[in-house]
């Protein structure tokens, strides 16, 4: 009964893929890759060879693992079968994050005399008198317009407790990689330290002037929801991967499964599993059309009636990953702490789908992000997507720029 696209309640039976975050690079001797096979053939879990190149001293091989266990049984079977032939191994998710994951470059020449001469104190102190008569030309004469702040205070890292913010670098530091190639803004991984939400938000504030705008992720939607509620008049535009971009996201995929079946969204029944996890999804989904919504609690009401509830129910948004979800409507699974892997982002909302075009549009505009802007970026997400899917990819070619024009156009006529 589950629409194409949508979690299946159950398991599936099948076996799992080889997953590159379980991954491990071997160095061996040329004839070695028998041995590599026989190792692979044995496995306790889904195994594959992603890389076999050639090597100084002999090959160079990647293998992908379906999970930390079989990583963990893979790495032992190659020592004990290789032994002093597995010359070298390294983690492949551990090389990458040792390198920070992105840097700075220079737009200034620094080349001659001359050049350094613009950066020193006599060159910046006619800039600085110049914006100190002219406060409104700071973003014509610095790189303010092209420079985003990433901040986290390490409160909803994936799924793991609260952490300390240094420790929250690896995946805020991703974030700023997939922001930077969706919009080619130069944003900056930055965890903030706060004992609480009030902090954060002194924090931001103290920050706010460096940047044309500020994105909270991995932050939990309580410190999210006081952080925005309190008055920043002028202030830079502050968004945040929970309603700006999962929120906006799992709205357009709510949208599409409904025209999929047939259903328009004022006579469709959706149920919401935990909707305090979603930020504005639920005044998103009114907004869009929704009128019979329901919000269900399960700390509350528990499990069982929601099974009752199933069968009268269209489409079940399940932000909290239950283990056995009904059997007898269509399940779409939005847990904010786990995505779908980026390859598969069609068949689940990222944050990534919406919230590039929103930082767009917001930095174009000097704006925060309203909810017409974000029901327009819903609109452009289900024009982007193809008959009977639920979400455009998100490396489409066309999803930033045309979610970042089609808020611009809602800004506009706010």
Partial sequence: ?????LGEPGGSGQAAAANPAYSV?????????????AVIATGPGTITCYADEPDPVGRRITLDADSGPTLAWLLQALRSRLGADLLHTEDPVFVVASTGKLTQSLCASVTTGHDLALLDADADRRVIRHLA??????????????????????????????????????????QAVHLHRATGLDVIPMPIAARDAAELGRAIGMLAPGFAAMVLVHTH??????????????????????????????????LNHLRGRG?????????????????????????????????????????????????????LVDLIGLASPPEQVPVLRTRPEMPPPLAS??????????????????????????????????????????????????????????????AVRALAAD
């Fill in 1 to 5: 009964m589950n629409a194409p696209g």
């Fill in 25 to 37: 690079t071997v160095r061996v001797p040329r004839g070695s890759r028998a041995d590599i096979d």
């Fill in 133 to 174: 008569t002219h406060p409104t030309h700071t973003d014509l004469f610095t790189g303010r317009p092209r420079r985003v702040a990433l901040l986290s205070d390490a409160s909803a890292v994936l799924d793991f407790e609260p952490l300390t913010a240094e420790a929250a670098l690896p995946a805020v530091e991703s």
């Fill in 221 to 254: 939607v309580s410190h999210i929801d006081a952080v925005r509620a309190v008055p920043r008049p002028g202030a830079t535009p502050l968004l945040d991967t929970v309603n700006d971009g999962l929120a906006v996201a799992a709205t357009a995929a709510v």
């Fill in 263 to 315: 259903l328009r969204p004022q006579s469709a029944r959706v149920a919401v599993v935990d909707p305090g996890r979603g930020g504005d999804l639920a005044g998103l989904l009114l907004a869009a059309g929704i009128r019979d919504l329901t919000l269900y609690d399960p700390l509350e009401y528990g499990i069982a009636p929601l099974h009752r509830l199933a069968a009268h129910l269209d489409l």
């Fill in 345 to 406: 982002a069609t068949s689940g909302p990222r944050p990534l789908h919406a919230l590039p075009g929103l930082l767009r549009a917001a930095v174009r505009t000097h704006r925060p992000i309203s909810v017409a802007a974000r029901l327009a970026a819903i609109q452009a997400l289900v024009d982007l997507t193809p008959p009977g899917g639920l979400l455009p990819p998100v490396d489409h070619p066309r999803l930033a720029p045309a979610v970042a024009d089609a």
